[in-house]
């Protein structure tokens, strides 16, 4: 069973810059795209960013011009770059992937970002 494993979370000063990365392990194959999902207490779990296969992305109105994804394919592993981080952006981060076949989604447990003074 495939997995997904998220790092670089934890708590920035407002202005401040983290990078969330994902791996993907284990029997994953067909990927049709990748990304990011956030969720805070008491609100529903909202997109942040995807990536496709082949490079084409897509992000929230509220982090454009902020947070940049990647992908290293060799690596299978997507990347969030958040710079100029609000408190707005406080939330639990998931990684989430989605084959090509039969659209299958895989979450990551997700990992906490606060962004606080």
């Known amino acids: 069973q495939g997995q997904l494993v998220e790092s670089g979370g934890g708590l920035v000063q407002p202005g401040g810059s983290l990078r969330l990365s994902c791996a993907a392990s284990?029997?994953?194959?067909?990927?049709?795209?990748m990304g990011w999902y956030r969720q805070d207490p008491g609100k529903q779990r909202e997109l942040v960013a995807t990536?496709?296969?082949?490079?084409?992305?897509n992000y929230a109105d509220s982090v454009k011009g902020r947070f940049t994804i990647s992908r290293d394919n060799a690596k299978n592993t997507v990347y969030l770059q958040m710079n100029s981080l609000k408190r707005e952006d406080t939330a639990v981060y998931y990684c989430?992937?989605?084959?090509?076949?039969?659209?299958?989604?895989?979450w990551g447990k997700g990992i906490l970002v606060t962004v606080s003074s």
């Open positions: 989430n992937l989605v084959t090509d076949l039969y659209g299958i989604n895989y």
């Open positions: 990536i496709t296969r082949t490079g084409s992305t």
């Open positions: 284990g029997s994953i194959f067909s990927i049709n795209a």
